[in-house]
């Protein structure tokens, strides 16, 4: 019963008060199933890429026990590409450029071998997408999704469909915020679950996370970060953290999807230490079990 993982992949020019880096591994597969890899395996991705893309990028995600039958490489055309420079309280970001290349036209093709896999994660990709996706699938018991105001704004019709279908949505307060028209995070959550999903999950950057279902609330602290050099990707390394942990002891109920919570921070945490996926690429488990018990002290009171 595997875990598939249907996104966008890129090469990103980032820009921070503290340096720079050009031509880097990004994307939301990228992110998400890199997480996701450290508890469980192997973790199936759906992607495009030009023929520009680094075989280096290839054998990291494959060392990392990702099965990439449904990357396709396009040849002749150039990998999905953007830019962008954070200010810096780093919760904001101005975009320098999009280039969506090869991406443009992704057709996201499951490999016959992946149709039966009962965990899938959709990056935030355009919901037409997720539905092609989800059309292309046998009953997955367990379908995690996550979008942007882009799409709640120009895709709404779309993005109904999808949540109709789903079992969580991953979004940030803004996104709640905007997605249910209403101001208020507790009254959203429950306008957007009528909407669908049964849980929701509502990340607050460095204030936390909210867990919404089973008429319970879940409120997650955030990792206190001394250092944080790159926000990028840090919403689906949270995703695949998340939805790794679940797929690995494939337990869901309530309080398992809380320990998965926090397990999503604790690899948002790793993320943002570093530029691109580098804060992912080489933990051990060790240091993510150390995380989880330094973020059991923070919480934990009499």
């Known amino acids: 019963m595997g875990l598939?993982?249907?996104?966008?992949?890129?090469?990103?020019?980032?820009?921070?008060?503290?340096?720079?880096?050009?031509?880097?591994?990004?994307?939301?597969?990228?992110?998400?199933?890199?997480?996701?890899s450290y508890f469980t395996a192997p973790v199936s991705i759906v992607g495009v890429v030009g023929d520009d893309f680094s075989k280096n990028h290839i054998q990291m995600l494959e060392d990392h026990h990702i099965?990439?039958?449904?990357?396709?490489?396009?040849?002749?055309?150039?990998?999905?590409?953007?830019?962008?420079?954070?200010?810096?309280?780093?919760?904001?970001?101005?975009?320098?450029?999009?280039?969506?290349?090869?991406?443009?036209k992704f057709n996201p093709i499951i490999p016959e071998k992946n149709k039966k896999d009962k965990f899938v994660l959709l990056g935030n990709i355009a919901?037409?997408?997720?539905?092609?996706?989800?059309?292309?699938l046998n009953e997955p018991r367990f379908i995690v999704c996550d979008t942007m105001n882009f799409w709640i704004d120009g895709a709404f019709d779309d993005l109904m469909k999808v949540l109709k279908r789903v079992h969580v949505l991953i979004i940030n307060d803004s996104e709640a915020r905007l997605l249910s028209k209403e101001p208020n995070l507790i009254k959203a959550a429950k306008i957007i679950t009528d909407m669908g999903p049964k849980y929701l999950i509502?990340?607050?950057?460095e204030h936390g996370a909210l867990l919404f279902g089973d008429n319970t609330i879940f409120s997650a602290p955030a990792y206190p970060m001394e250092n944080i050099y790159d926000p990028t990707g840090a919403g689906d390394a949270f995703a695949g953290g998340f939805t790794?942990?679940?797929?690995?002891?494939?337990?869901?109920?309530?309080?398992?999807?809380?320990r998965a919570v926090i397990y999503g921070s604790i690899m948002a945490s790793f993320c943002v230490e570093k530029f691109s996926t580098k804060g992912l690429e080489n933990l051990s488990w060790l240091e993510i079990k150390n995380r989880f018990i330094e973020f059991q002290n923070l919480s934990s009171f009499d």
């Open 4 to 36: 598939l993982v249907v996104g966008s992949i890129g090469l990103d020019d980032i820009q921070t008060p503290f340096d720079k880096i050009e031509n880097a591994l990004g994307g939301s597969t990228t992110y998400i199933s890199l997480a996701a």
């Open 67 to 104: 099965d990439i039958e449904g990357l396709q490489i396009i040849e002749g055309g150039k990998t999905f590409r953007y830019g962008c420079k954070y200010n810096y309280d780093l919760n904001n970001r101005e975009s320098l450029f999009t280039h969506l290349n090869v991406f443009e």
């Open 127 to 136: 919901p037409q997408l997720q539905m092609n996706v989800l059309d292309q």
């Open 202 to 205: 509502i990340k607050k950057g």
């Open 244 to 258: 790794g942990y679940l797929h690995k002891n494939l337990e869901l109920s309530f309080d398992n999807m809380k």
